[in-house]
Nanobody
């Protein structure tokens, strides 16, 4: 059974940094696109960033210039480096995997989802 396991969330002060990890089991990242989504309380889930099998990346406007997505196919892991964090970045962050090449953050295009990791930005 495919599993995506997120880690690295926590409490951080505004302006701080966190690095999220998404480890995949029974699923190869070689031919897939991996994305990060987030959901704040009372809000809909929104796309944050994605990375394709060839390393192409896409970011939502709200995180562009602050977040960096990367992947290590040998370790079957995708990372999200989050810098200059703001209180509005507070949410549960989910990683998701979809087959093929896609530079889109449409929820329906991702087949597998992790359980999420909480990120709280607060002083």
């Amino acid at each position: 059974q495919v599993q995506l396991v997120e880690s690295g969330g926590g409490l951080v002060q505004p302006g701080g940094s966190l690095r999220l990890s998404c480890a995949a089991t029974k699923f190869t990242l070689d031919y897939s696109t991996i994305a990060w989504f987030r959901q704040a309380p009372g809000k809909e889930r929104e796309g944050v960033s994605c990375i394709t099998s060839d390393g192409s990346t896409y970011y939502s406007d709200s995180v562009k210039g602050r977040f960096t997505i990367s992947r290590d196919n040998a370790k079957n892991t995708v990372f999200l480096q989050m810098n200059s964090l703001k209180p509005e970045d507070t949410a549960v962050y989910y990683c998701a995997a979809g087959w093929g090449f896609k530079l889109r953050l449409a929820i329906s295009e991702y087949d597998y989802w992790g359980q999420g990791t909480q990120v709280t930005v607060s002083s």
